[in-house]
């Protein structure tokens, strides 16, 4: 069984950086691509970023790109989004997902394992 579990979520103003954190359960961490994604009230799932399992491969969202990085410690079973320069249309609840083993896919939801969220609110 897989637990993901999001950390680093707050209120900033905007402008701001936040970085999250999502900590996995298990040994095959490593080899799974992961995800972030957001959920705004009364929206739908959003795609936010994404990388391979090796981590040489990442894609961001368009709404994103050049403000937001994600990483991970394969050694940790931690995948991170650094989320800079914060605008008020960032406001969610942000979670990650777990994507296809060997891979850069992380697919839409519903996913197979995905943590509870962490809110992430930028102020204006």
């Known amino acids: 069984q897989v637990q993901l579990v999001e950390s680093g979520g707050g209120l900033v103003q905007a402008g ?3 970085r999250l954190s999502c900590a996995s359960s298990g040994s095959t961490f490593s080899v799974y691509a992961m995800g972030w994604f957001r ?3 009364g929206k739908e799932h959003e795609f936010v970023a994404r990388i391979s399992w090796s981590g040489r491969s990442t ?3 368009d709404s994103v790109k050049g403000r937001f ?3 991970r410690d394969n ?3 931690t995948v ?3 989320m800079d320069s914060l605008k008020p249309e ?3 609840v942000y979670y990650c997902a777990r994507g296809d083993l060997y891979s850069e896919y992380v697919p839409r939801p519903p996913h197979d394992y995905w943590g509870q969220g962490t809110q992430v609110t930028v102020s204006s």
């Open 59 to 61: 894609t961001y969202a």
């Open 39 to 41: 959920q705004a009230p």
């Open 80 to 82: 991170y989004l650094q």
């Open 69 to 71: 990085t994600i990483s």
């Open 75 to 77: 050694a940790k079973n």
């Open 90 to 92: 960032d406001t969610a």
């Open 16 to 18: 701001g950086s936040l």
